[in-house]
């Protein structure tokens, strides 16, 4: 879990106040747990898939929303690093993206990443819709997930707050938590409803990259229980 510990450690933890949401999960009987993770169970039993094509612009419906467009996204100091150190192989693989045609444009802005052409810098446009350049080239080159690809685009729509007693709540964008976790209303991202699965089942590669293949089953039995 180092990955997630540094990428903590480095971020801006946000000033949002998470305490009242989970004090009305547990009053609702809504609040899970396996060993020291809490877990917002309306939020992970939500259906949800990454279909870009619902949320690319240029295919999406007026009012949809895309994290590769719309959402600002932090990066570590190390996760800029590791970028920059690759630099030369990003650069060829997104010289293909118009924007990328008369040499790279600035990536990196004061700790995010910028959107030139409004949308991230290293998304890619496809028949199907955005495709993240940074995981394409981490999948061609054999790297691990997350080699390259900073921590919230990994985790999108979930999200991990740290508690004050080392604990880890483990929520996600949903109606009741877009606010607290400074994004857009759910209803703006249409893969939040875009198919059958559980959310949580639909993140396992991301919950066993971080906690285990035994506890990310868990956590998705745990959501999927909730969802019945």
């Known amino acids: 879990m180092t990955d997630l510990d540094d990428w903590l450690a480095d971020g801006d933890p946000g000033d949002a106040d998470w305490m009242p949401h989970l004090l009305g999960l547990a009053t609702r009987g809504q609040l899970g747990h396996t060993g020291r993770l809490l ?45 920059r150190e690759a630099w030369t192989e990003v650069e060829a693989h997104m010289a293909d993206d118009p924007r990328w045609s008369r040499g790279a444009p600035e990536a990196f802005d004061d700790g995010t990443l910028t959107r030139p052409g409004r949308r991230c810098v290293f998304a890619k446009a496809t028949p199907d819709g955005l495709q993240c350049g940074l995981h394409q080239l981490e ?49 703006a991202f249409p893969c939040l409803g875009a198919t059958s699965q559980t959310l949580a089942a639909g993140c396992e590669d991301i919950l066993t990259g971080l906690w285990g293949k035994r506890t990310a089953r868990r956590i998705v039995k745990l959501a999927e229980e909730a969802a019945s």
Request: with cysteine; net charge positive.
């Open 39 to 83: 877990l917002d169970l309306p939020a992970l039993s939500q259906r949800w898939s990454c279909v870009p094509g619902m949320c690319s612009p240029g295919m999406r419906t007026k009012r949809a929303r895309s994290c590769c467009a719309d959402l600002e996204v932090g990066v570590s100091p190390t996760e800029e690093e590791r970028i």
């Open 139 to 187: 999948d061609a080159t054999g790297r691990a997930r997350g080699a390259l690809k900073p921590m919230p685009c990994r985790l999108f729509p979930l999200v991990i707050v740290e508690m004050d007693d080392g604990r880890f709540f483990i929520t996600a964008i949903h109606r009741r938590t877009a606010r607290l976790a400074g994004s857009r209303p759910a209803a």
